[in-house]
């Protein structure tokens, strides 16, 4: 995965995550993000958004 995607893939994350809504398609999305991530990375988003801020 490219630089760009994964920055894609993270600035979607947050997004879905700032709403804030209780949906049970935005949660299987996020799980799927979050999974993606974890492959291509090594690491977990939510790991990572705690170093940055």
Do not use: C, P, V, W
């Amino acid at each position: 995965m490219k630089k760009a995607e994964m920055k894609k893939l993270l600035a979607e994350y947050n997004k879905i995550r700032l709403k804030k809504i209780q949906n049970e398609k935005i949660l299987d999305k996020l799980k799927e993000i979050e999974h993606r991530y974890f492959h291509e990375t090594g690491r977990t988003i939510k790991s990572d958004f705690k170093e940055i801020t």
